[in-house]
């Protein structure tokens, strides 16, 4: 018996199968909507936090900030109620409310901003006052590490280590990242592939980041390719994802599927995991499904 921390991870592998007839190509999602905040961020978050814990960068008084586009910032808030920590989230007005209010409801403070990279700025000037400290996923090892740990041995445990190409969104680079350390040890010749919006197009926990704002964690040579996902393709593999194998996910979801698919069509033979990030309910006062 535990607390709901000890049912981050070990999310469910299940094979997708409406989209493509190969028989010899296999395509998997690892369902992270099923951890208890609800994305496959519970798993950094916790690792940010409880890390930070460990090396004493955090003690019961102080006041944590983050800027997130809203998976990182509900994970953060969940996980700062149990240990009793103060949290300021900074987070773009374009947001959905459902994101705000499931963070005010852990009992966080919601700043909204006009932009992402505004968030970030405003998050970075607090923390350099010294009166917070600011997790910044952006540029934390602990990020990625928590992929190290968890992500990468289960989905090379549920393959039985037959995966032969891992699909992931990018944002902040971590779950990418992470799952290629692990994934890429195991079997160098297991490919990872990353998708971005292309340039016209907006795609909520999908960032196709400035210069200037590219995450520091992310080391390009970990990425064997990077494939562009239109908007409009990851509503309707969204949308379809949910319509014809029940699996409800958002909207970077559809993004990673329709990524999957490419490499699918690609490949005689192949095992294929993609990351299912979140919940399809986390978008239902937007447009996604309407």
Known sequence: ????????????????????????VKIFAKLEGNNPGGSVKDRAALNMIRSAMERGDIKQDTKLIEATSGNTGIALAMIASIYGLSLELVMPASSTRERTLTMQAFGAQVTLLESMEICRDYAEEKAATGDYFILNQFANPDNYAAHVKT????????????????????????????????????????????????EESSIPGI??????????????SKVDRVIDIAQTEATAMSRALVQKEGLFAGMSTGGALAAALKVASEIEEGVIVFIACDRGDRYLSSDLFG
């Open 151 to 198: 992500t990468g041995p289960e989905i090379w445990r549920d393959t039985q280590g037959k995966i032969t190409h891992f699909v992931s969104a990018m944002g902040t680079t971590g779950t990418i990242m992470g799952n290629s350390i692990y994934l890429k040890v195991q079997n160098p010749e297991i490919q990872i592939v990353g998708c971005q919006p292309t």
């Open 1 to 24: 018996m535990g607390n709901i921390i000890d049912t981050i991870g070990n999310t469910p592998l299940v094979e997708i199968t409406s989209f493509h007839s190969n028989p010899n």
């Open 207 to 220: 960032r196709r980041w400035p210069a200037a704002y590219l995450p520091k964690i992310f080391d390009p």
